[in-house]
């Protein structure tokens, strides 16, 4: 039996987060991941700079593509709102297994199908024990599926369905661009550049809304590349995108039952406006080692369930408006 102080199923920057603070509490973590690093994963990588600060990161220090994102620009039916945005273009490829090396945790390529509690902890697939268990495997998260299947985290109305695509492609545009409700979507499509020469671009949508009205998320995709290549950000043959979903935050919960805890996309924390989920995976990730290495509670109900405030916040306080 292989052993640890604290298991992390899932290698993400929620998981690697709450590896790198428990391995500074001097606890022994040992992170299981479906995937080896670095892998690709299918996300906008958008960083604050509050959560960059709060994970000690630094240019400087960080050895892949980091590009500074000045503004958002928000566009509903003509209107545009440029707003500036601390932000940081990453790409998840190269950030989340930058951050799974730096946490200082053991990790193994490992697919979790079986977790059952055993002596003062958990046994995961008979071959690992350990006394607490960290859930930061995304919506498809094994934990989650344990131990809080029927505990109301995740609401039907509240899923996300998306399709995005990240690729080589000159950067043309070095803003952001969000569009709201194109033809009655019920959701926005996305344009993030990135550094080095890769953009990120994508529509995302309420799952249930989509269906009721008989829509295609594959018809807005076709729509989304049309209007960029419009703009003259696009050209060329476009791949594939992927396809995934995830739930946005609800009500406060408490995802932790009895030395098991979740952290981001599996406890359903992504904001309600953007959908935005590595903020709230790093600060939940955060928490719940120092909950566990300290024994204090473990909330997540003060973590903020929108995107854009902080934005609205900036623009008052700069008052910066063209």
Not at 30 to 36: I, K
Not at 37 to 42: D, Q, S
Not at 264 to 270: K, N, S, T, V
Not at 279 to 287: D, Q, V, Y
Request: glycine content about 10%; overall charge neutral.
């Amino acid at each position: 039996m292989i052993r640890a102080d604290v298991i992390v199923v899932g290698g993400g920057p929620g998981g690697s987060s709450c590896a790198w603070r428990l391995v500074r509490h001097g606890l022994d973590v040992l992170v299981l991941d479906r995937s080896p690093f670095p892998r690709v994963k299918l996300c906008g990588g958008l960083v604050t700079q509050e959560a960059a600060r709060t994970l000690e990161l630094h240019e400087d220090d960080y050895p892949h593509g980091w590009l500074w994102i000045d503004r958002f620009h928000f566009h509903w039916r003509g209107w545009r709102l440029p707003l500036p945005s601390p932000q940081i273009s990453i790409r998840r490829v190269e950030f989340d297994h930058f951050l799974l090396q730096r946490s200082g945790a053991r990790f193994e390529v490992h697919r979790v199908r079986h977790i059952e509690r055993g002596g003062d902890g958990f046994v995961v697939d008979g071959t690992y024990t350990a006394r607490f268990l960290v859930g930061a495997g995304g919506t498809a998260c094994p934990v989650h599926r344990t131990f809080f299947r029927d505990d109301g985290i995740r609401r039907k109305d509240l899923q996300i369905t998306a399709l995005e695509l990240e690729f080589e492609h000159e950067v043309r545009e070095n803003d952001c661009h969000f569009w709201f409700f194109e033809e009655g979507f019920p959701g926005y499509y996305w344009y993030i550049p990135k550094a080095d020469r890769w953009v990120n671009i994508g529509v995302g949508a309420l799952s249930e809304p989509l269906a009721r009205a008989q829509d295609s998320i594959w018809r807005h995709w076709e729509r989304c590349v049309a209007k960029l290549r419009d703009l003259g950000w696009l050209d060329g043959e476009v791949p594939e995108p992927g396809g995934h979903t995830y739930y946005l935050v609800d009500r406060p919960q408490r995802p932790e039952r009895e030395g098991a805890y979740l952290v981001g996309d599996a406890a359903g924390l992504a904001t309600r406006d953007l959908g935005e989920g590595i903020r709230a995976a790093i600060e939940s990730g955060l928490r719940a080692a120092d909950a566990i290495a300290t024994g204090r509670p473990y909330r997540v109900d003060d973590l903020a369930r929108t995107s854009t405030p902080s934005l609205l916040k900036a623009l008052v306080r700069r008052r910066w408006w063209c």
